[in-house]
């Protein structure tokens, strides 16, 4: 009876997952169009599903926990591996395996996602601040070097932009 609660459980956090996952899909192209309004909505969707994904996984470990006392194993949090390792039904170990994959599979494409957004943000905000010193810069900064090797007057940067652009 533990096990099919626990393999409900996991089909629940996949479900999630899948929905975060669209989320980050939507995140990257709300960076890349600017459109701060959805990207704040969106990210209240991603909080309520991460807070949902948290209280999911609370169960999980109560559920593997009483899993691993029962069956007198030392390891309180179970892994999906080794509860298809114990199981003797052979469906069961089947469709516990294949979800172990399915969700492992969910979280490299989740960190991918996040490492891409997070360097997304990263630039959007260092373009800001660049935009930012050129509109605020009350006058222009000399000694920089132009393409004919005469002084300039250009605008400090913070290197985001090539100086000869």
């Known amino acids: 009876m533990d096990v099919k609660v626990i393999i409900d459980i996991f089909a629940e956090e996949r479900d999630i997952l899948i929905r ?6 939507q995140q990257k192209a709300l960076i890349i169009k600017g459109d701060v309004k959805s ?3 969106l ?6 599903l991460s807070n949902e994904l948290g209280k999911l996984e609370e169960k999980r470990v109560i559920h593997t926990g009483a899993l691993a006392e029962r069956l007198g194993r030392s390891a309180r949090n179970l892994t ?3 509860i298809a390792g114990m199981t003797e039904d052979p469906g069961v170990k089947g469709k516990l ?4 994959s399915e969700l492992s599979e969910m979280l490299r494409k989740q960190k991918r996602y996040n490492r891409t957004n997070q360097e997304l943000l990263k630039r959007k905000k260092n ?9 605020l810069q009350e006058e ?3 000694s920089t070097y132009d393409c004919n090797g005469s002084i300039g007057n250009r605008y ?4 985001l932009f090539n100086q000869s652009v």
Request: net charge negative; glycine share 10%; proline share 3%.
């Open 97 to 100: 395996l294949a979800l172990r």
């Open 20 to 25: 975060l996952l669209s989320i980050s899909e």
């Open 140 to 142: 222009p900064i000399g």
């Open 127 to 135: 373009y800001i601040n660049v935009m930012l010193g050129v509109l």
């Open 39 to 41: 990207l704040g909505s």
């Open 43 to 48: 990210l209240e969707t991603e909080a309520v």
């Open 80 to 82: 999906l591996k080794q």
């Open 156 to 159: 400090q940067s913070t290197g």
